[in-house]
């Protein structure tokens, strides 16, 4: 198992930028796919940005694409989403996420943080 704690939200304005971290804990943390999912209010939670366990190759939603970037530190269990160019409509609480299995660009991830709210100003 993997359990994961989220930090680095916070409010901005529009325009600005962010860096989300996510601590894992468990031995295996290399060999799982991390991803970052959102989830605004009153809405569905939405795949934002995905990495595959050796960090090789980065999947990101068409709505972020150019503006975020997902990366890991295998060697210290982290996981981060360098957010830029923030809009209002990316105000939602962002989850980080993990699976044991290949990348999947939707919500199907088996492990979650707790959620760091971001709060995008315009």
């Known amino acids: 198992q993997v359990q994961l704690v989220e930090s680095g939200g916070g409010l901005v304005q529009a325009g600005g930028s962010l860096r989300l971290s996510c601590a894992a804990s468990?031995?295996?943390?290399?060999?799982?796919?991390m991803a970052w999912i959102r989830q605004a209010p009153g809405k569905e939670r939405e795949f934002v940005a995905a990495?595959?366990?050796?960090?090789?190759?980065?999947y990101y939603a068409d709505s972020v694409k150019g503006r975020f970037t997902i990366s890991r530190d295998n060697a210290k269990n982290m996981v981060y989403l360098q957010m830029n160019s923030l809009k209002p409509e990316d105000t939602a609480v962002y989850y980080c996420?993990?699976?044991?299995?290949?990348?999947?660009?939707?919500?199907?991830?088996?492990?979650w943080g707790q959620g760091t709210q971001v709060t995008v100003s315009s």
């Open positions: 990495i595959r366990w050796s960090g090789d190759s980065t």
């Open positions: 468990g031995r295996t943390f290399s060999s799982y796919t």
């Open positions: 996420a993990a699976r044991a299995l290949a990348v999947v660009t939707t919500t199907q991830y088996n492990y």
